[in-house]
């Protein structure tokens, strides 16, 4: 956990950690029989413009993550679906490619924090460090009630 910040300050091309989630542990028939849906979260640089997000650097933003991928795990692709920040602007008009509310480039010191200036209120979820996704976000509750434990305790 102390060094999870790096993962969003790698260049999204030469990725050593990964931020993914395995949807198919807990809703197996999501894949075929004995197939896996894996869910890759890759860290994008803030000064990357939008428009830069053609087919061929997501190309090579997607070996780089199967390449990363491959070092922890022994696996068989059978079929890949990619989008990039700007395809969440395009095909969904989400604000600056903001799949989850933020930015994709927004850094865990622009994501809310676990308590609020409102006594008694407590922050979790998406958009509260640490961020994107399911794992991350059940671990901001876990951070948010830890916050919560320690002010009841003061």
Do not use: N
């Not at 994008?44 to 390449?67: C, F, M, Q, Y």
Request: glycine residues 6%; proline residues 8%; aromatic residues 10%.
């Amino acid at each position: 956990m102390e060094r999870q910040h790096e993962i969003f300050t790698l260049d999204a091309e030469r990725l050593t950690w990964l931020s993914y989630c395995v949807p198919t542990l807990i809703a197996p028939e999501l894949a075929p029989a004995g197939g896996s849906i894996v869910e890759l979260f890759l860290p994008v640089p803030r000064e990357v413009p939008l428009e830069s997000w053609d087919h061929a650097k997501k190309e090579r933003v997607t070996e780089s993550a199967i390449r990363a991928l491959r070092r922890m795990h022994d696996i068989d692709i059978a079929a890949t679906r990619v989008r990039s920040p700007k395809d969440f602007v395009q095909d969904l008009q989400l604000y600056q490619g903001a799949l989850y509310g933020l930015p994709p480039s927004a850094g865990p010191w622009e994501q809310f924090a676990h308590t609020s200036p409102i006594r008694d209120l407590f922050l979790a979820g998406q958009c509260t460090y640490p961020g994107y996704g399911v794992a991350t976000s059940a671990m901001s509750g876990i951070f948010a009630a830890q916050q919560l434990l320690d002010g009841a305790a003061s």
